[in-house]
Protein backbone atom coordinates (compact mmCIF):
# COMPACT_ATOMS: atom_id res chain seq x y z
CA UNK A 1 0.00 0.00 0.00
CA UNK A 2 2.55 2.48 1.11
CA UNK A 3 4.66 1.23 -2.20
CA UNK A 4 1.58 2.23 -4.44
CA UNK A 5 1.30 5.90 -2.76
CA UNK A 6 4.65 6.69 -3.32
CA UNK A 7 4.32 5.24 -6.97
CA UNK A 8 1.28 7.55 -7.27
CA UNK A 9 3.09 11.08 -5.93
CA UNK A 10 6.22 9.92 -8.55
CA UNK A 11 3.38 9.91 -11.53
CA UNK A 12 1.83 13.51 -9.99
CA UNK A 13 5.70 14.67 -10.47
CA UNK A 14 6.01 13.39 -13.93
CA UNK A 15 2.65 15.28 -14.75
CA UNK A 16 4.02 18.28 -13.48
CA UNK A 17 7.04 18.23 -15.58
CA UNK A 18 4.82 17.54 -18.54
CA UNK A 19 2.85 20.45 -17.59
CA UNK A 20 5.46 22.72 -17.53
CA UNK A 21 7.12 21.63 -20.35
CA UNK A 22 3.59 21.94 -22.52
CA UNK A 23 3.28 25.05 -20.97
CA UNK A 24 7.13 26.68 -21.85
CA UNK A 25 6.20 25.14 -25.21
CA UNK A 26 3.41 26.98 -25.76
CA UNK A 27 5.56 30.24 -24.84
CA UNK A 28 8.16 29.50 -27.24
CA UNK A 29 5.67 28.83 -30.02
CA UNK A 30 3.86 32.62 -29.03
CA UNK A 31 7.09 34.09 -29.36
CA UNK A 32 7.53 32.13 -33.00
CA UNK A 33 4.27 33.42 -33.89
CA UNK A 34 5.38 37.10 -32.96
CA UNK A 35 8.76 36.97 -34.77
CA UNK A 36 6.67 35.13 -38.06
CA UNK A 37 4.66 38.63 -37.84
CA UNK A 38 7.96 41.37 -37.37
CA UNK A 39 9.52 39.24 -40.46
CA UNK A 40 6.51 39.42 -42.71
CA UNK A 41 6.11 43.22 -41.69
CA UNK A 42 9.79 43.76 -42.22
CA UNK A 43 9.28 42.12 -46.04
CA UNK A 44 6.30 44.72 -46.76
CA UNK A 45 8.35 47.42 -45.72
CA UNK A 46 10.94 45.85 -48.05
CA UNK A 47 8.82 45.64 -50.78
CA UNK A 48 7.35 49.74 -50.15
CA UNK A 49 11.08 50.90 -50.23
CA UNK A 50 11.82 48.95 -53.28
CA UNK A 51 8.62 50.31 -55.26
CA UNK A 52 9.27 53.89 -53.70
CA UNK A 53 13.17 53.58 -55.31
CA UNK A 54 11.71 51.97 -58.12
CA UNK A 55 9.62 54.90 -59.11
CA UNK A 56 12.82 57.39 -58.81
CA UNK A 57 13.22 55.98 -62.85
CA UNK A 58 10.94 57.70 -63.52
CA UNK A 59 10.96 61.33 -64.69
CA UNK A 60 9.63 63.44 -62.40
CA UNK A 61 9.35 67.20 -61.26
CA UNK A 62 7.60 67.62 -58.16
CA UNK A 63 7.41 64.72 -55.53
CA UNK A 64 5.90 64.56 -52.11
CA UNK A 65 7.96 64.28 -49.31
CA UNK A 66 6.59 62.73 -46.26
CA UNK A 67 7.35 64.14 -42.82
CA UNK A 68 5.16 62.52 -40.62
CA UNK A 69 1.74 62.67 -38.98
CA UNK A 70 -0.26 62.67 -42.76
CA UNK A 71 2.04 66.10 -43.41
CA UNK A 72 4.35 66.19 -46.89
CA UNK A 73 6.30 68.84 -48.84
CA UNK A 74 6.70 69.26 -52.45
CA UNK A 75 10.40 68.87 -53.18
CA UNK A 76 12.34 67.92 -56.38
CA UNK A 77 14.65 65.18 -56.98
CA UNK A 78 17.97 66.73 -58.27
CA UNK A 79 19.90 63.42 -58.24
CA UNK A 80 20.46 59.45 -58.76
CA UNK A 81 21.56 58.74 -55.61
CA UNK A 82 19.78 57.09 -52.46
CA UNK A 83 21.27 57.21 -48.73
CA UNK A 84 21.28 54.01 -46.69
CA UNK A 85 21.40 53.82 -43.04
CA UNK A 86 24.65 51.57 -42.48
CA UNK A 87 24.58 51.73 -38.75
CA UNK A 88 25.10 53.68 -36.16
CA UNK A 89 23.53 56.72 -37.90
CA UNK A 90 26.17 56.21 -40.51
CA UNK A 91 25.28 57.25 -43.86
CA UNK A 92 26.35 55.85 -47.44
CA UNK A 93 25.35 56.97 -50.84
CA UNK A 94 23.91 54.21 -53.24
CA UNK A 95 22.87 54.25 -56.62
CA UNK A 96 19.17 53.19 -57.40
CA UNK A 97 20.70 49.97 -58.64
CA UNK A 98 22.89 49.30 -55.57
CA UNK A 99 19.95 49.96 -53.43
CA UNK A 100 17.88 47.60 -54.97
CA UNK A 101 20.21 44.84 -54.95
CA UNK A 102 20.47 45.80 -51.19
CA UNK A 103 16.32 45.43 -50.64
CA UNK A 104 16.64 41.94 -52.60
CA UNK A 105 19.59 41.04 -50.14
CA UNK A 106 17.89 41.59 -47.11
CA UNK A 107 14.74 40.02 -48.83
CA UNK A 108 16.60 36.95 -49.41
CA UNK A 109 17.90 37.07 -45.69
CA UNK A 110 14.72 37.40 -44.11
CA UNK A 111 12.75 34.45 -46.42
CA UNK A 112 15.30 32.42 -44.94
CA UNK A 113 14.73 33.31 -41.27
CA UNK A 114 11.27 33.41 -42.12
CA UNK A 115 11.44 29.49 -43.31
CA UNK A 116 13.70 28.64 -39.99
CA UNK A 117 10.81 30.45 -37.71
CA UNK A 118 7.95 28.39 -39.83
CA UNK A 119 10.29 25.10 -39.57
CA UNK A 120 10.43 25.61 -35.41
CA UNK A 121 6.48 26.21 -35.61
CA UNK A 122 5.76 23.38 -37.13
CA UNK A 123 8.27 21.39 -34.72
CA UNK A 124 6.78 22.80 -31.53
CA UNK A 125 3.27 22.47 -32.89
CA UNK A 126 4.05 18.88 -33.06
CA UNK A 127 5.52 18.42 -30.28
CA UNK A 128 2.62 19.90 -28.34
CA UNK A 129 0.38 17.83 -29.92
CA UNK A 130 1.89 14.86 -29.03
CA UNK A 131 2.90 15.52 -25.32
CA UNK A 132 -0.89 17.14 -24.86
CA UNK A 133 -2.69 13.50 -24.88
CA UNK A 134 0.23 11.78 -23.09
CA UNK A 135 -0.57 14.14 -20.10
CA UNK A 136 -4.56 14.00 -20.45
CA UNK A 137 -3.33 9.71 -20.51
CA UNK A 138 -1.39 10.11 -17.33
CA UNK A 139 -3.93 12.23 -15.47
CA UNK A 140 -6.63 9.77 -16.49
CA UNK A 141 -4.66 7.16 -14.83
CA UNK A 142 -3.76 9.23 -11.75
CA UNK A 143 -7.69 9.82 -11.46
CA UNK A 144 -8.79 6.38 -11.79
CA UNK A 145 -6.12 5.31 -9.48
CA UNK A 146 -7.69 7.30 -6.70
CA UNK A 147 -11.04 5.51 -7.08
Request: net charge negative; glycine share 6%; hydrophobic share 40%.
Given at each position: MEKEKHSHKHTEAEIQEKVIIYQLLNKQL????????IIQE????????????EELKKPREDVLIPIGSGFYLYGKITGKKILS???ADVMVDRSVEDAIEMIEEKKKELERLKS???RDTNNVV???N????EIQEMIREVQEGEK
Open positions: EELRRDAVRLLELDGTRQAINVGDVEKTIEMLP
